[in-house]
């Protein structure tokens, strides 16, 4: 069964710097995008930043400037880099993965900013910013 899995959540001061990472089970096969989102309690689940196979990279307007999605060509571990982290960055952070129909194949143009997106999620990690 296809699997995402996250890790290197944490607590952390307001300024300080952590780094997510995601590894895909080889069942999610060769990926278009991947893409980090968070969600905390009683909002909907947002996107931060998507990297396609192509290395097209977006961020949200929020984070740009501060956060920086990284990942391998095959598309199986992603990371986010975050620096300069602000209590309003507390949240549930997800790693998704939106599947390519076979491998060599790339990704035009942006990926996908909503949950509808991507097909394969992790179970999250918890990012807690004190001020």
């Known amino acids: 069964q296809a699997q995402l899995v996250e890790s290197g959540g944490g607590s952390v001061q307001a300024g300080g710097s952590l780094r997510l990472s995601c590894v895909a089970s080889?069942?999610?096969?060769?990926?278009?995008?991947m893409a980090w989102f968070r969600q905390t309690p009683g909002s909907e689940r947002e996107v931060v930043a998507t990297?396609?196979?192509?290395?097209?990279?977006t961020y949200a307007a929020s984070v740009k400037g501060r956060f920086t999605i990284s990942g391998d060509a095959t598309q199986r571990t992603l990371y986010l880099q975050m620096g300069s982290l602000k209590p309003e960055d507390t949240a549930m952070y997800y790693c998704?993965?939106?599947?390519?129909?076979?491998?060599?194949?790339?990704?035009?143009?942006?990926?996908?900013?909503?949950?509808?997106?991507?097909?394969?999620w992790g179970q999250g990690t918890q990012v807690t910013v004190s001020s």
């Open positions: 080889a069942d999610t096969g060769s990926n278009f995008c």
């Open positions: 990297i396609s196979n192509s290395g097209i990279t």
């Open positions: 998704a993965a939106k599947p390519a129909p076979r491998m060599g194949v790339l990704y035009a143009g942006s990926c996908p900013s909503v949950r509808s997106g991507y097909s394969y």
